[in-house]
């Protein structure tokens, strides 16, 4: 009986005391609530148009097209590179010069031409046109330099087609 007694003498207090803890727990469910509704939020707008799929099978899908587009941009990567060392061997720097080869010929109808590409490799165009006849000559380049003489004109076409650089 003396437990009863002591229970009907503190019985307000531990209301009260009982009260409070109803209250905290109240406060901390509903935070943990509003925490469980933004971790569903973040959830749907993670799985938005998936179309009841699994997350793991949607994950695994990017996961391959990423290995995928690797495969292409290597592939890519291989073509440009073969193609920037083809590019060094084609044509890619031109000069031209017109002049008057005789002085009894009317016009500057006489030309040199310098064709070189990257390496400075490539040939010199020259056509001489006189009253009679014209000819052509073409010599070839090797680094810039070419192992027949060359005319003035044919100097100034070579070192302008030496010069120009495609950058």
């Keep these: ?7 009907n003498e503190f019985q307000p207090y531990i209301l009260i005391g009982l009260s409070i803890i109803v209250i905290i727990l109240l406060i901390v ?9 933004k971790l569903e ?11 009841n799929k699994n997350l793991e099978e949607i994950i ?39 002049y008057k080869a005789f002085e009894d010929v009317g016009s500057d109808l006489s030309f040199s031409v310098a064709l070189l590409n990257d390496n400075n490799d490539g040939v010199i165009l020259t ?3 006189g009253r009679n006849d014209s000819t052509v000559y073409a010599k070839p380049i090797d680094k810039g330099i070419s192992r027949y003489d060359l005319s003035q004109e044919e100097e100034e076409v070579l070192l302008d087609a030496c010069n120009n650089s495609n950058e």
């Excluded at 009986?1 to 229970?7: A, F, N, R, S």
């Excluded at 935070?31 to 509704?37: A, G």
């Design 1 to 7: 009986m003396e437990v009863v007694t002591i229970l």
């Design 29 to 37: 469910m509903l935070s943990t609530l509003r925490s469980l509704n």
């Design 41 to 51: 939020s973040k959830y749907r707008k993670l799985t938005r148009g998936i179309n």
């Design 60 to 98: 695994v899908n990017y996961l391959d097209n990423i290995d995928g587009i690797k495969e292409k941009t290597e592939e890519v990567k291989l073509k440009q590179e073969q193609l920037s060392h083809q590019l060094k061997t084609c044509i890619q720097k031109v000069s031209i010069l017109r």
């Design 127 to 129: 056509g001489i046109y």
